[in-house]
Nanobody, 123 residues
Framework: QVQLVESGGGLVQAGGSLRLSCAAS????????MGWFRRGPGKEREFVAA????????YYADSVQGRFSISRDNSKNTVYLQMNSLKPEDTAVYYC????????????????WGQGTQVTVSS
């Protein structure tokens, strides 16, 4: 069992930056792939970024490639999402997710989900 708690969301102006954190409890974090997803107003949930268990492999949605960066610190059971050059269309609730496998995927095939943190980007 893995429990996930996101933090770091908030209100930021376009062009600004935020760093989201996802703290995980449970013994399997270091062997779990992690992902970030988001759900914008009136939109379906969509993939944002993912990282393998070791951090060696990362994946990004085309819409955030070059602006967002996912990383993890297995010693702290935490995964991060650094978001730069934010745009109003990045406004969404951001969710952290975990799957008990070494490899990350870009689909929503994750076993555990956090409650989400709101990110609002003003124009």
């Amino acid at each position: 069992q893995v429990q996930l708690v996101e933090s770091g969301g908030g209100l930021v102006q376009a062009g600004g930056s935020l760093r989201l954190s996802c703290a995980a409890s449970g013994r399997t974090f270091s062997s779990s792939a992690m992902g970030w997803f988001r759900r914008g107003p009136g939109k379906e949930r969509e993939f944002v970024a993912a990282i393998s268990w070791s951090g060696a492999k990362t994946y990004y949605a085309d819409s955030v490639q070059g602006r967002f960066s996912i990383s993890r610190d297995n010693s702290k059971n935490t995964v991060y999402l650094q978001m730069n050059s934010l745009k109003p269309e990045d406004t969404a609730v951001y969710y952290c997710a975990a799957r008990p496998t070494l490899a990350a995927v870009t689909t929503d095939d994750y076993a555990y989900w956090g409650q989400g943190t709101q990110v609002t980007v003003s124009s």
